[in-house]
């Protein structure tokens, strides 16, 4: 029997929204805005969408009149009870009331500010301005819209088995590497691919089959929505936007060697436990942690998120050892360009010399690639970063020369302030 | 919005049917139904199953309360009104009114007459009888429900995700195989899988994708509920058991050696065009056509079913010369064991010879190989045939001896009858 009503209700959809939810978004994102809220509510920064993979022409592929009315539809949601309730209710990394009754309330009441779009030649220029705390919830909606309508752009043209078939196709590739994944012992494995994935609906299906093809070596998904309506964990620390922008905030060389820790500094007093996760690279791991304090090597672990992982993670190895600590007791989170050969590559290099997490983002969500003609779903990269705060520019270094941005001239004071030398270029897969 | 009138509608069911009409069997079973009803509508006929693949216990795998609901379900389906408009109203090869009234109206009031089961060992002996043009229409569902059951007992352990992965893969598969036949020019292919289907909701899939993937160069299906419901040709002729049966009336060994022919004089009377199609391999393809009659080189083709495709195709096209026939006006169709690379092999052989159609079974509507542990849903050779008409018992040779049926002494004397000498074994795929 056809359900008429839903069928005439479906029909007055204006659009077929690809972000439904304020919490479509990943855990990280609530925990940092919390953070700014407290910390830095004051401060202006600019985001902005930045395509480094410049070979794909975004605007000739994607409608703006669609794309200004899914950014549209985006700034019309806010919390639903349900949304808040869980926010306000559950436990997250086994903690209660995670998120304060005064940042509740304000993001209750919370709607996400304009956005400014323009085309310039066959790419959109994309940006959030205002407060940090707001502004910085566009950047995963806003990828997730830019990411899933070049899908769209990519599926219009094919015919219903195609379709199917393709998904078939990606389905059963996910579920090999699930298979293949089910041979490491030990393994703990977490969803970080909401932010460039194929489309709502498949991140969702990925995530499914992980919990049931991986069982409890499946530690949740970074996406609070599906956590939510999976009832799974919702996992995330946080992010370069925090040591970016504070960094930009300083006045001078000498808070801003000290703003990365002074972020640390903040978050130690707001976290404990499993949410105490260095991410070391922003400005080049081993910089950071030569210069570290102390009691950041009592932190539970860290985050490898740019450059060559092996190295970044026997850095924090020889670091954790160098200052006392037994690093068979902390956590290393690897979560930068991961696929199933590099998962077990890792696994194999670090398990007993530490914890070993993975956090597994585009080539789980969105590894569509020889699927169409033309490739026309490969991943690429696409990034939305705060590039100013309070007027300044911000930079990002990391460990990887290819993923450094900001301007020229700041890149070179920030390479100096961090004592950053000769970096190895890797590929940006994703 | 759940339809809960829906839902609980569903929940009313007290099984999940497998054959839900009595038109979701082969096109040809009605037309020879027809023919039957018409020519010997008192001959008492008994069809029994017989699974070829001994390995398979089925009576272990399969409930026999279960295969009961199963059977007496069917026992309960009649011609609904819009099956029957549609055998009525629709053009089959072109012609209106194939089925003529006074059938249809035998054909409305039809209800399938009683099964016989027993469990034997680890098989089930089933078997019907009754007349001919009532058990025969048994053959059809009653493989197909056995068939699903089977396939139900392998999946019924599998996870929600499993499962939709192995249909991913299944899909993935059919569709390759499409892929690789729309690279063969003036391929014309139609679906003859109903028997031994995985299930139902799989054949309809396997067509849908059949007419999208290869457009004109499907020609249709032999099943008539999937024709008339997707709005595709029907396809089919005749088969063995008209033969079979016709032979074992005869009460000489002269009535025996001409019985082959008057089938085909009763066919010749009803049909023409390309209704008109030789199945020669019964008891012997050489021997058949050496003794033929004039007029029935002048038919439009030949359906090669057993032996080597090739060896009996080149038979045909020497005997149709040898008649004073152009070959390649004549078509040839091959239906028996075929794949991807049997089909190409044999269009790029007979291409220009004459012209060339496939009827493509088991291995469109079944290839689940090496999909599940132990290879528990690879498709097997499972049958139900006319074993006796008027209490003598039938016997079929065909071109392969691993296909040969009957008593002993009545296989000899066949081939007595029949000149067959020296067969060469075939190996039976399903």
Known sequence: MVDIATRVYNHKWKIDPIVRSLIDTDFYKLL?????????????????????????????????????????????????????????GNTFYGK??????????????????????????????????????????????????????????????????ELQVLYARAMTRVWEKIEALREVDNLSIADFGTRRRHSYLWQDWCVQAMH?????????????????????????????ELPMVYAALADDDEELARAPYDVLSDWHDEHDGNLRIILPDTYGTKGFLDHAPDWLAGWTGIRIDSGDPATAAQTAIDWWRARGEDPTTKRVIFSDGLDVEKIKE?????????????????????????????????????????VSANGRPTVKLSDNPNKAMGPADEIARYKRVFGVGEQAAQKVIV
Chains 1, 2 share one sequence.
């Open 212 to 240: 049931e093809g991986l069982g409890n070596a499946f530690t949740g998904t970074s996406n609070c929505r599906i956590a939510m309506m999976r009832e799974l964990e919702a996992i995330g620390t946080n992010a370069h």
């Open 32 to 88: 940092m805005c919390q953070s700014v809220f407290r910390n830095k509510p004051d401060t202006q920064v600019t985001f902005s969408l930045i395509n480094r993979s410049t070979h794909i022409p975004l605007a000739n592929l994607i409608d703006e009149g669609e794309l200004r009315e899914q950014l549209d539809h985006i700034r019309s949601l806010s919390l639903s009870r349900g949304e808040s309730t869980w926010l306000r």
């Open 346 to 386: 890792l696994h194999a290099q670090f398990a007993g010399k530490a914890k070993i997490s993975f956090g597994w983002g585009t080539l789980l969500t969105n590894d569509f690639r020889g699927l169409v003609p033309n490739d026309a779903l490969a991943p690429f990269s696409l990034v939305c970063k705060a």
């Open 96 to 161: 209660r009331q995670m998120f304060r009754p005064d940042f509740m309330e304000w993001f209750e009441g919370m709607r996400l500010p304009p956005y400014h779009l323009e085309r310039k030649g066959d790419q959109f220029e994309l940006t959030f301005e205002g407060k940090w705390h707001e502004v910085m919830l566009w950047e995963i909606p806003a990828l997730a819209v830019l990411m899933e309508l070049r899908s769209r752009a990519a599926l219009g043209p094919m015919g219903k088995f």
